[in-house]
Each structure stands twice: as structure tokens, then as C-alpha cells.
């Protein structure tokens, strides 16, 4: 009885936990100091996919470079980043950056190891951008785009 | 050759495929990775290929690329036709600036490490749209000519032999720019390199093919999931077998002989015999879709030399699959149509006791000619993320003399053979 009152609440726990997952918004950010205020799903999936490397500041301004920070490879979270913003999946983006890796033609974005990871990147380089699960953002940086799954 | 040599040679070729075969099967599943990975400028990753293909004919063998191994025409399957380890480090010198360089083990006439690896560069980025690199880098003449190696980005166990397998150069010793910007909904890419190459190639006991003066421009059109390729490459070769000397050494006997219709022929035979100064060039243009469903992929190509010993020609292919799941079955069609006619004997040599002279200059101008269609099937299945399975089948007509993707018995040059030949491989990266 105590087993399977145990076996429930765990079942429960794991639905709960993945149910939130699969919902979390994801947030993309930048620097504080970038005055990027907002950007568009294409002009994040071109930085993603190394075919742009720098942002858009607007007419008149300097370009600024951007440096691309991913998270880990198999993290649900890049699956979700990806298939919210391009509809690519994993397999896909994994494709597209090994063609472009062993070609020499672009080296792909670092990776770090987790969102607070990102966090504290992003706030350090002026130059960064990376996306996070939105429970864990903070007003040290900017949002320039919410996606949801 | 003395049969110690041939035991010899044998046993290095076993030895070397034993080496590849442990190599692919061991060197992923090492702790490597996590020990670069964990360190911030450094980075190792890879790409193999596990394969293995048979074919029904017991006269004729086929070759992936022309700077493969001899190989027997009675073998009718093989291990290392496709099978082969990429590894690459990555080391970023500054957020400018990298160092690449790659090695790939693969089946290969004379290979060691120089010609092994395909990628020693560095580059840097003087502005967030313009890359250099200096060093070793890749040939970017087609649409798939710098990752023709990394079988896991393509839907085939292999790209289609008609259009890759007779380009000998895989990479280049020199420089190259590329100039990117966003237009409209694309981005393009403009591309411009120079440099010179080198190629092990098994002709006779073995040709030291070297590509100078060679130059390269690419424009490469990319859009969500459109990517579109022109291509325009020249080169000039450096170097002559030494397997034709005595070929050439006797044509410029009877060039030289002043007979009339005979010598002319001679001297053309000559000129036609001689990679050494010949102009190659390569004109293409390519168009890749995949939009996560639908795959299609097609090349044009046109190339032209200034020898006919040289293979050249019209080459093209088209494919296209369908995304099921982690399945994908596909289809292609290609074929290569050499821009050389046969050539055959205008004159008699009898006056000179030339024609079995002739025959022999005859018999190797039309020798390197390629003139085949190639109808394959085949499906990926998607194992994991970072790797795949394929079988394929492909149904080859190869025409009278037009035979040169082949190793064959000399038997079967004038007839039109079709081979059937499955294939099945597992690409993995990591």
C-alpha cells in the first residue's frame, strides 16, 4: 500500500516536472549595455545557425559582433529553443552544424553547461546572447524575445 | 613484382584496413571528448563511417574516389570503399581568430599523415562579415566538395560517384576569403580562393598529382530551407606520371619522324597524353531543399581540359526524399557524359613498327573516359542524434570505354557492364 502510494506521488511528480517543462517559456537575452531592445525569430535562427554573427543596431549605428552561447547538446531545453523558434529538430541542427563544422566554413556556437551558466555570461559579455528557461532570468539582463513551446 | 613484394603489399593493405576498422569502432566510444570539452578554447569532435558494400559482378570493382587503393577486379565487396574517421581540434586563439585542423583516415593510394590531413588552417575575422583562412583548407569548387568525407550530413551512404568520384583534390594549401551579408530573406556568402594541391593517384606504381596555380571563386545563396551554389574553379597540372614516360618517350619518336599523317597523329596523341601543363576547370551549379520533410538535392557541372587523358565532361544528379519519422527513403539519379569522343586509329604506324605503339597510346587516352548513368534507392534511419543507418542499392550502366570509376578486367573495356552494387554503412559524429 505504502509502495504504491510512493510509486503514485512519483508519477505524479515526474508529469508535474515534465508537464512544467514542456510549457516553460524560454527567453532569449542579451547584455544590458547591447541597445538591441527587441529581435525577431529570424534574426535569432540566422545567429544560431552562423549566418549572421552580428546584431542588428538599427540604421546609422555600428554593428555590434555577437557571440553565440548554446546550451548542452542534448538538453530538452535546446530542443525546445530550436523547435519554438525554426521548427528545426535536433537531428536537423545537429546536420546543419556538423556540414558547416567539418567544412571549416563556420565553427559552431560555445556551449555552456546550464541556464545560470548563460545568465552569468550574458551579464559579463556585452557581446552575448544566449536563451534561458524564464524562471531563472533576472533583470541583470535584457530580453529581446519570449518563445513558447 | 617478386611475390614477397605482392605478400608484402598485401599485408600492408590488411594491415592498414585492420587499423581504420579499430579505429572506427573504438575511438568514439574513448573519453576524449569531456576531457577537451570541459576546456574553453579547445575542442575535439569527429565523424566516421562503418560500411560495407557488395556488388554482383566478379570483373570489375568499383572505386568511391580515384585516389583509392588498388584493388582487386575479381573482389566484389569491400570494407573501406566507404568506411572512414574524421577527427578535428578546434582551438580558438581569440574571438577573431582559430586554428583548425583535421585528419581523416580513409582508404587512400600512399597514405600518410601529410596527405591525411584535409584541414590545417588558421582563421581569423577581421570584421563579423569577412573569414580568412591561411593554411590547409577545403576545395570549394561543388556543392558538397568540403564535407564530401562526413557521410552523416548526407542522405546517401555516398555522393554520387558520377559527379565526386573522379575529382582528385580534397583540399587546397592556401588562402581563402569569404565576404557574407543578408538581403531580402537570404543570406549569401561570396567566396574567392587560390592555392595548389596534391593527390596520391594509382597509376602505374603510383602518380604524385600536383594542382597548381589553382583559384576558385563560389557564390552560395542561403534561405530558410533553400540553399542555392554556383561555382567556377581552375587549376593547372604540375606534374607527370612516370608510368607514361615510355609512352611519350616513343610518341615523340614518331612526332618527330616527319611521315606524313602519321606524325601529326603521334604529336596529337602526345598532347593528349600529357597531364603535366593541362587546364582543368570545373563550372557547377547546385541547389539543395529540406525542409524537415522533403529533401531534394541536385548538381550541374561542366568541365573542361586542355588533355583528354584528363576525365572531363557534362556530370549531373538529382535526389530527392521524404522524411518519415527517423526514416527517410530517397532516390537518385545520376550520370556522367565524358566531353571526349572515343578515339580511335586514323592512320597505319606500319611504316615505323609503331602500331602496337599506337594502340597502347590509344588504348590509355580512352582509359581515364567516364561515361556511366546510376539509378540508386536507399533509405537513412535516424538511430540516435548524432547517428544514422543507410542501405542503398545502385543500378550502374557503364558504356563501351567509359569505364574510368573503375577498376575492370581489360576484357570487358569495349562492352556495356551493369553492376548492381548494396550498400550499407553507419555514419556517427561526435
Redesign the interface.
Given at each position: 500500500m505504502r509502495v504504491s502510494s510512493t510509486i503514485q506521488t512519483l508519477i505524479c511528480l515526474t508529469c508535474l516536472t515534465w508537464s512544467l517543462e514542456t510549457c516553460a517559456e524560454i527567453v532569449v537575452i542579451v547584455n544590458q549595455k547591447n541597445p538591441v531592445q527587441t529581435m525577431t525569430p529570424r534574426q535569432i535562427s540566422d545567429l544560431y545557425l552562423g549566418r549572421t554573427r552580428h546584431f542588428d543596431t538599427g540604421k546609422g549605428n555600428a554593428s555590434l559582433a555577437a557571440v553565440v552561447y548554446e546550451q548542452p547538446k542534448n538538453s530538452p531545453l535546446r530542443e525546445a529553443f530550436f523547435h519554438a523558434l525554426n521548427g528545426m529538430s535536433v537531428d536537423r541542427v545537429n546536420a546543419y552544424w556538423a556540414r558547416l563544422r567539418f567544412s571549416g566554413e563556420v565553427l559552431p556556437p560555445k556551449t555552456l553547461t546550464d541556464s545560470l551558466a548563460a545568465l552569468e555570461t550574458v551579464q559579463r559579455d556585452r557581446n552575448a546572447i544566449s536563451y534561458v528557461d524564464s524562471s531563472v532570468v533576472s533583470k541583470s539582463v535584457k530580453i529581446v524575445l519570449r518563445l513558447k513551446d | 613484382m617478386s611475390s614477397f613484394c605482392k605478400v608484402l603489399l598485401s599485408r600492408i593493405a590488411y594491415l592498414r584496413c585492420r587499423m581504420l576498422a579499430w579505429a572506427i569502432l573504438i575511438l568514439p566510444a574513448v573519453n576524449i571528448v569531456p576531457a577537451f570539452?570541459d576546456v574553453?578554447s579547445l575542442h575535439f569532435?569527429g565523424?566516421g563511417t562503418l560500411a560495407y558494400a557488395r556488388n554482383n559482378q566478379k570483373n570489375i570493382s568499383p572505386l568511391r574516389d580515384v585516389t583509392q587503393s588498388v584493388v582487386s577486379v575479381t573482389s566484389i565487396d569491400s570494407w573501406v570503399l566507404d568506411s572512414r574517421l574524421?577527427m578535428?581540434l578546434?582551438y580558438?586563439i581569440s574571438?577573431s581568430a582559430?586554428f583548425?585542423g583535421?585528419v581523416v583516415l580513409r582508404d587512400k593510394f600512399h597514405a600518410n599523415f601529410n596527405n591525411s590531413t584535409e584541414?590545417a588552417?588558421v582563421?581569423i575575422?577581421p570584421h563579423?562579415?569577412l573569414?580568412l583562412?591561411l593554411g590547409r583548407?577545403?576545395y570549394d569548387a561543388f556543392l558538397m566538395s568540403?564535407?564530401r568525407?562526413?557521410s552523416?550530413?548526407q542522405p546517401w551512404v555516398r555522393p554520387p560517384s558520377e559527379f565526386y568520384g573522379w575529382l582528385p583534390i580534397f583540399s587546397v594549401n592556401g588562402a581563402d576569403g569569404?565576404y557574407?551579408f543578408?538581403s531580402d530573406?537570404a543570406?549569401w556568402r561570396i567566396k574567392a580562393q587560390a592555392g595548389s594541391s596534391k593527390a596520391s593517384i594509382p597509376i602505374g606504381a603510383g602518380y604524385d598529382l600536383r594542382a597548381d596555380n589553382l583559384f576558385g571563386v563560389s557564390i552560395t545563396r542561403?534561405s530558410?530551407s533553400l540553399r542555392l551554389k554556383a561555382a567556377y574553379s581552375q587549376w593547372r597540372t604540375g606534374s607527370e606520371p612516370s608510368a607514361f614516360t615510355p609512352l611519350h618517350q616513343g610518341l615523340d619518336a614518331v612526332a618527330t619522324a616527319a611521315i606524313p599523317g602519321v606524325s601529326a597523329e603521334a604529336a596529337d596523341l602526345r598532347r593528349n597524353l600529357s597531364f603535366k601543363d593541362s587546364k582543368i576547370s570545373y563550372l557547377t551549379v547546385g541547389a539543395a531543399f529540406?525542409d524537415?520533410v522533403w529533401l531534394a538535392q541536385g548538381e550541374l557541372g561542366l568541365s573542361t581540359s586542355t588533355a583528354a587523358v584528363v576525365p572531363h565532361g557534362i556530370v549531373a544528379y538529382v535526389s530527392v526524399g521524404h522524411n518519415f519519422g527517423d526514416w527517410m527513403p530517397y532516390l537518385m539519379l545520376s550520370s556522367s557524359l565524358p566531353s571526349n569522343d572515343l578515339r580511335s586509329a586514323t592512320n597505319d604506324w606500319g611504316t615505323v613498327s609503331a602500331n602496337g605503339l599506337r594502340d597502347s597510346a590509344l588504348f590509355t587516352v580512352n582509359a581515364t573516359r567516364i561515361e556511366q548513368e546510376t539509378a540508386s534507392i536507399g533509405t537513412r534511419f535516424?538511430l540516435h542524434?548524432?547517428a544514422t543507418f543507410k542501405l542503398q542499392w545502385d543500378n550502374t550502366t557503364i558504356k563501351p570505354s567509359g569505364y574510368g570509376l573503375w577498376w575492370r578486367s581489360i576484357a570487358i573495356n569495349n562492352q556495356i557492364t551493369r553492376v548492381n552494387l548494396i550498400s550499407t554503412s553507419l555514419d556517427f559524429?561526435f
Amino acid at each position: 500500500m505504502r509502495v504504491s502510494s510512493t510509486i503514485q506521488t512519483l508519477i505524479c511528480l515526474t508529469c508535474l516536472t515534465w508537464s512544467l517543462e514542456t510549457c516553460a517559456e524560454i527567453v532569449v537575452i542579451v547584455n544590458q549595455k547591447n541597445p538591441v531592445q527587441t529581435m525577431t525569430p529570424r534574426q535569432i535562427s540566422d545567429l544560431y545557425l552562423g549566418r549572421t554573427r552580428h546584431f542588428d543596431t538599427g540604421k546609422g549605428n555600428a554593428s555590434l559582433a555577437a557571440v553565440v552561447y548554446e546550451q548542452p547538446k542534448n538538453s530538452p531545453l535546446r530542443e525546445a529553443f530550436f523547435h519554438a523558434l525554426n521548427g528545426m529538430s535536433v537531428d536537423r541542427v545537429n546536420a546543419y552544424w556538423a556540414r558547416l563544422r567539418f567544412s571549416g566554413e563556420v565553427l559552431p556556437p560555445k556551449t555552456l553547461t546550464d541556464s545560470l551558466a548563460a545568465l552569468e555570461t550574458v551579464q559579463r559579455d556585452r557581446n552575448a546572447i544566449s536563451y534561458v528557461d524564464s524562471s531563472v532570468v533576472s533583470k541583470s539582463v535584457k530580453i529581446v524575445l519570449r518563445l513558447k513551446d | 613484382m617478386s611475390s614477397f613484394c605482392k605478400v608484402l603489399l598485401s599485408r600492408i593493405a590488411y594491415l592498414r584496413c585492420r587499423m581504420l576498422a579499430w579505429a572506427i569502432l573504438i575511438l568514439p566510444a574513448v573519453n576524449i571528448v569531456p576531457a577537451f570539452a570541459d576546456v574553453d578554447s579547445l575542442h575535439f569532435s569527429g565523424f566516421g563511417t562503418l560500411a560495407y558494400a557488395r556488388n554482383n559482378q566478379k570483373n570489375i570493382s568499383p572505386l568511391r574516389d580515384v585516389t583509392q587503393s588498388v584493388v582487386s577486379v575479381t573482389s566484389i565487396d569491400s570494407w573501406v570503399l566507404d568506411s572512414r574517421l574524421g577527427m578535428q581540434l578546434e582551438y580558438n586563439i581569440s574571438t577573431s581568430a582559430d586554428f583548425v585542423g583535421q585528419v581523416v583516415l580513409r582508404d587512400k593510394f600512399h597514405a600518410n599523415f601529410n596527405n591525411s590531413t584535409e584541414l590545417a588552417y588558421v582563421a581569423i575575422r577581421p570584421h563579423s562579415n569577412l573569414d580568412l583562412r591561411l593554411g590547409r583548407i577545403s576545395y570549394d569548387a561543388f556543392l558538397m566538395s568540403e564535407y564530401r568525407d562526413v557521410s552523416f550530413v548526407q542522405p546517401w551512404v555516398r555522393p554520387p560517384s558520377e559527379f565526386y568520384g573522379w575529382l582528385p583534390i580534397f583540399s587546397v594549401n592556401g588562402a581563402d576569403g569569404a565576404y557574407s551579408f543578408q538581403s531580402d530573406e537570404a543570406s549569401w556568402r561570396i567566396k574567392a580562393q587560390a592555392g595548389s594541391s596534391k593527390a596520391s593517384i594509382p597509376i602505374g606504381a603510383g602518380y604524385d598529382l600536383r594542382a597548381d596555380n589553382l583559384f576558385g571563386v563560389s557564390i552560395t545563396r542561403q534561405s530558410d530551407s533553400l540553399r542555392l551554389k554556383a561555382a567556377y574553379s581552375q587549376w593547372r597540372t604540375g606534374s607527370e606520371p612516370s608510368a607514361f614516360t615510355p609512352l611519350h618517350q616513343g610518341l615523340d619518336a614518331v612526332a618527330t619522324a616527319a611521315i606524313p599523317g602519321v606524325s601529326a597523329e603521334a604529336a596529337d596523341l602526345r598532347r593528349n597524353l600529357s597531364f603535366k601543363d593541362s587546364k582543368i576547370s570545373y563550372l557547377t551549379v547546385g541547389a539543395a531543399f529540406d525542409d524537415g520533410v522533403w529533401l531534394a538535392q541536385g548538381e550541374l557541372g561542366l568541365s573542361t581540359s586542355t588533355a583528354a587523358v584528363v576525365p572531363h565532361g557534362i556530370v549531373a544528379y538529382v535526389s530527392v526524399g521524404h522524411n518519415f519519422g527517423d526514416w527517410m527513403p530517397y532516390l537518385m539519379l545520376s550520370s556522367s557524359l565524358p566531353s571526349n569522343d572515343l578515339r580511335s586509329a586514323t592512320n597505319d604506324w606500319g611504316t615505323v613498327s609503331a602500331n602496337g605503339l599506337r594502340d597502347s597510346a590509344l588504348f590509355t587516352v580512352n582509359a581515364t573516359r567516364i561515361e556511366q548513368e546510376t539509378a540508386s534507392i536507399g533509405t537513412r534511419f535516424q538511430l540516435h542524434p548524432k547517428a544514422t543507418f543507410k542501405l542503398q542499392w545502385d543500378n550502374t550502366t557503364i558504356k563501351p570505354s567509359g569505364y574510368g570509376l573503375w577498376w575492370r578486367s581489360i576484357a570487358i573495356n569495349n562492352q556495356i557492364t551493369r553492376v548492381n552494387l548494396i550498400s550499407t554503412s553507419l555514419d556517427f559524429i561526435f
